[in-house]
């Protein structure tokens, strides 16, 4: 009798990508939701960072094959709102919860009483950090097994696909020259010059934020597991969540 209870990041940066890694993280949701329904699992599941929700949505635990219809309803009225026209009414959380990384964590450490599993997705672009997240978790973790599924653009992860240039750098721009950026969470803007040199310094910070978030997850006991937004769904599971032991 295990619990699994799945959280999903619906901040402004998980609105990019083709597919947008908010729609890879719905479908992933759904079939990790659909596993735990069939095999008589509870199943919960929790939404924050969406824009204008000013605290995180909670589906509560619920157990059996029937309920996979409510739990699809909860998916999509909480990350398509625009496209379902309402929100869930299974929302949940005291007044003083905020609908950020940090706060929500704390919350589903505070809710776990039983042996289960918890498993987030999300970019972890996060701008206030995710230490105290991660650390709140962590503490709570005696409880459940965490496993944090960062999933990024494919462009986010291989930014020479930007410039149609290969693996070295190499190889003809399909743009370039001066660009002005803008931060989907933030609205801050920023002027660059796109080179080869600045997509192997980016490239080099990215490696560098993506071994600290993994170090920082197994230092705590914790699963950190990278996707593409592009991955295909049955590789997901079938192939790095079963490998990670997030599916049994």
């Given at each position: 009798?295990?619990a699994?209870?799945?959280?999903?990041?619906?901040?402004?940066?998980?609105?990019?990508?083709?597919?947008?890694?908010?729609?890879?993280?719905?479908?992933?949701a759904?079939?990790?939701?659909?596993?735990?329904?069939?095999?008589?699992?509870?199943?919960?599941?929790?939404?924050?960072?969406?824009p204008?929700?000013e605290?995180?949505?909670?589906?509560?635990?619920?157990?059996?094959?029937?309920?996979v219809?409510?739990?699809?309803?909860?998916?999509?009225?909480e990350?398509?709102?625009?496209?379902?026209?309402?929100?869930?009414?299974?929302?949940?959380?005291?007044?003083?919860e905020?609908?950020?990384?940090?706060?929500?964590?704390?919350?589903v450490a505070a809710?776990?009483?039983?042996?289960?599993?918890?498993?987030?997705?999300?970019?972890?672009?996060?701008?206030?950090?995710?230490?105290?997240?991660?650390?709140?978790?962590?503490a709570?973790?005696?409880?459940?097994?965490?496993?944090?599924?960062?999933?990024?653009?494919?462009?986010?992860l291989?930014?020479?696909?930007?410039t149609?240039?290969?693996?070295?750098?190499?190889?003809?721009?399909?743009?370039?020259?001066?660009?002005?950026?803008?931060?989907?969470?933030?609205?801050a803007?920023?002027?660059?010059?796109?080179?080869t040199?600045?997509?192997?310094?980016?490239?080099?910070?990215?490696?560098?934020?993506?071994?600290?978030?993994?170090?920082?997850?197994?230092a705590?006991?914790?699963?950190?597991?990278?996707?593409?937004?592009?991955?295909k769904?049955?590789?997901?599971?079938?192939?790095?969540l079963?490998?990670?032991?997030?599916?049994?």
């Open positions: 009798d295990l699994l209870r799945v959280v999903v990041d619906g901040s402004a940066s998980m609105h990019s990508g083709n597919p947008t890694k908010i729609v890879f993280c719905a479908r992933l759904a079939a990790l939701g659909y596993i735990g329904l069939v095999k008589q699992n509870r199943v919960s599941m929790t939404v924050f960072g969406m204008g929700m605290r995180p949505a909670h589906l509560p635990e619920c157990r059996g094959r029937q309920q219809p409510r739990m699809m309803r909860f998916l999509l009225d990350l398509f709102p625009d496209t379902t026209g309402s929100r869930s009414a299974v929302t949940g959380g005291a007044p003083h905020k609908a950020d990384f940090n706060e929500t964590m704390k919350t809710s776990r009483a039983t042996k289960g599993v918890v498993i987030v997705l999300s970019d972890f672009l996060i701008e206030e950090g995710y230490e105290v997240g991660l650390r709140a978790l962590s709570a973790s005696r409880n459940f097994d965490c496993y944090m599924v960062q999933v990024l653009a494919r462009e986010e291989e930014p020479n696909r930007l149609g240039s290969d693996a070295s750098g190499k190889g003809g721009a399909s743009f370039g020259g001066d660009l002005r950026l803008t931060d989907v969470e933030s609205a803007h920023t002027e660059i010059t796109l080179s040199d600045l997509i192997q310094a980016y490239k080099k910070r990215l490696d560098d934020y993506l071994a600290r978030i993994s170090t920082l997850c197994h705590r006991q914790m699963q950190h597991v990278l996707l593409a937004n592009d991955t769904l049955e590789d997901a599971l079938l192939n790095t079963r490998r990670a032991g997030a599916i049994g």
